[in-house]
């Protein structure tokens, strides 16, 4: 079955730099888009970043658009999430999210990332 | 671009039915749509995809409680025989090719 486990997520400093991970399974990962999805305390879903299935393409929302980089590593099964010059409303459960006809069809378990001084 | 209005909240008693709305913005009613559960404390969990037409495909595992439909720019959610489990918050999301994905709000479903 198809399964996703995020990791990398921690505390960090305001303007500081993280890398999450997503490791895939069960399906074949080069053939999907892969999504970035966050959710802050309390809050709702907010996309954060999408890559076609073979990194041909990227997208990205505009509250992380040119702080944040989405890559992925098809022999590795591994999505990616860089992380820079973070801020305070990065604060936010990050999950990691399998694409189909565009919109997503499995989720991880997402990891949290806490950034404060 | 697409903006995706769901209600804040519902509820609805144990063993009744319930019908969720999500209302696509304006020149958006043709959009496809998924809906997405998320029970309190989990991460979410894709439920369907669903067209203007009112057909949709269920994510492995979904009971048949749930089912979809649309009626306009409104898609819907309906949860028949409500169980205790299915007290969660639900979302809606759409994609397009300029504003890329968007998700509703939210409505956070009480069964009472």
């Known amino acids: 079955q198809v399964q996703l486990v995020e990791s990398g997520g921690g505390v960090v400093q305001p303007g500081g730099s993280l890398r999450l991970s997503c490791a895939a399974s069960g399906f074949t990962f080069s053939s999907y888009g892969m999504h970035w999805v966050r959710q802050a305390p309390g809050k709702g879903l907010e996309w954060v970043a999408f890559?076609?299935?073979?990194?041909?393409?990227?997208y990205y929302a505009d509250s992380v658009k040119g702080r944040f980089t989405i890559s992925r590593d098809n022999s590795k099964n591994t999505l990616y999430l860089q992380m820079n010059s973070l801020r305070a409303e990065d604060t936010a459960v990050y999950y990691c999210a399998k694409s189909i006809a565009a919109l997503v069809d499995y989720w991880g378990q997402g990891t949290l990332v806490t950034v404060s001084s | 671009q697409p903006v995706l209005t769901q209600s804040s909240s519902a509820s609805a008693s144990l063993g009744s039915s319930v019908k969720l709305t999500c209302t696509l913005s304006s020149g958006h009613s043709s959009y496809i749509i998924a809906w997405h559960q998320q029970q309190p404390g989990k991460a979410p969990r894709y439920l369907m995809k669903?067209?203007?037409?009112?057909?949709?495909n269920k994510g492995s595992g979904v009971p048949d409680r749930f089912s979809g439909s649309s009626s306009g720019a409104d898609r819907y959610l309906t949860i028949s025989n409500l169980q205790s489990e299915d007290e969660a918050d639900y979302y809606c999301?759409?994609?397009?090719?300029?504003?890329?994905?968007?998700f509703g709000g939210g409505t956070k479903l009480t069964v009472l």
């Open positions: 890559i076609r299935y073979d990194g041909s393409n990227k």
């Open positions: 999301e759409t994609w397009d090719s300029n504003t890329h994905w968007v």
């Open positions: 669903l067209e203007g037409s009112g057909s949709y």
